[in-house]
């Protein structure tokens, strides 16, 4: 068994769920939630919380953890889902993480490569010695020999840069071209996201929160509110519950919050894409094609 974790990510209402719970099923898989809503107990509706039919069989990780009341941290995230993953790994099985909050993902993917024990003054001082002694150009050509992505980027006369570079690679053993804004890969990984086409997105974005309102949303956050959760807790700040909120509070029409958590749903739809789109060698998949979880297991044997 390969110590790799699966990656299945991308913006909200792309159908993350469904690949990652057939590949899980294919690879001998759980599925470990990568989603800063999911965490919550007794938001279901309007976080999309799959159904234990929707999970297929498939173990699932990382959901319902807090109560709602509680604060959440990417750290404290890290530390859970880190600890799943390797256990996941150590019983033979794929970990597949799933989800859209992309600081979760950077998590458990990278360490920064940088500051503390990750710079070495020593390294440097060497790199930076070879440009005034044998000149830029020879420092350039050893980073194109190992690095030539990073190379094609910067100038040859970027000494600081490609110094940087240089320590990068010597400490790690990785090429800065493989990190993700200042990051290195901490464990083996293959990362995928379905890339439909944004009139599609936005669609399936549209119709996801009708059936959320249809299924009871509204109710849902009453309900929450009358077990004692504040409106200013941490849970309550996220798409579909804040808006609810101003419903309740009589501030918009059910018309106006229903554009609204759609309109708020596509902006961070587009920041999601934003940011996958950084992720060191993501799979873009197109959602029409046939089987695509056997095309991600093969690409996860492939590696």
């Known amino acids: 068994m390969k110590e790799k974790i699966l990656v299945v990510c991308g913006p909200t209402a792309s159908g993350k769920t469904a690949l990652a719970v057939r590949a899980a099923q294919l690879l001998g898989g759980e599925v470990v939630s990568a989603d800063c809503m999911l965490v919550y107990k007794g938001l279901d509706i309007g976080t999309a919380k799959p159904t234990a039919e929707e999970r297929g069989g ?17 750290g404290d995230y890290q530390a859970q889902a880190d600890a799943v993953c390797e256990d996941i790994l150590r019983r033979g099985k794929v970990p597949v993480v799933c989800g859209g909050t992309g600081f979760y993902i950077q998590s458990l993917l990278f360490s920064r490569a940088h500051g503390g024990a990750g710079a070495d003054a020593a390294v440097r001082e060497k790199y930076e010695r070879i440009a005034r002694e044998e000149g830029n150009g020879a420092l350039f050509s050893r980073l194109a020999a190992v690095d030539p992505e990073s190379a094609q980027r910067l100038h040859p006369n970027d000494v600081k840069r490609v110094v940087r570079a240089l320590e990068i690679f010597e400490l790690t053993g990785r090429r800065k071209s493989e990190q993700c804004d200042g990051f290195v890969p901490r464990r083996p990984y293959l990362a995928v996201a379905l890339d439909h086409p944004r009139e599609e997105l936005y669609r399936r974005i549209n119709l996801r929160v009708e059936k959320m309102l249809e299924a009871g949303l509204v109710r849902e956050v009453e309900g929450l509110l009358a077990a004692g959760v504040d409106e200013n807790c941490q849970s309550m700040q996220g798409i579909g519950y804040k ?61």
């Not at 498939?58 to 990417?74: G, R």
């Open 243 to 303: 808006e609810v909120l101003e419903y309740l509070k009589g501030n918009c029409s059910h018309s106006t919050m229903r554009d609204i958590i759609q309109q708020n749903t596509r902006r961070y739809a587009k920041r999601q894409i934003t940011f996958f789109k950084k992720l060191p060698g993501i799979v873009w998949l197109d959602p029409s094609e046939p089987d695509l979880a056997a095309r991600v297991t093969e690409l996860y044997d492939a590696e």
């Open 58 to 74: 498939v173990p699932h990780h990382m959901i319902d953890v807090v109560p709602p009341t509680a604060a959440y941290s990417v």
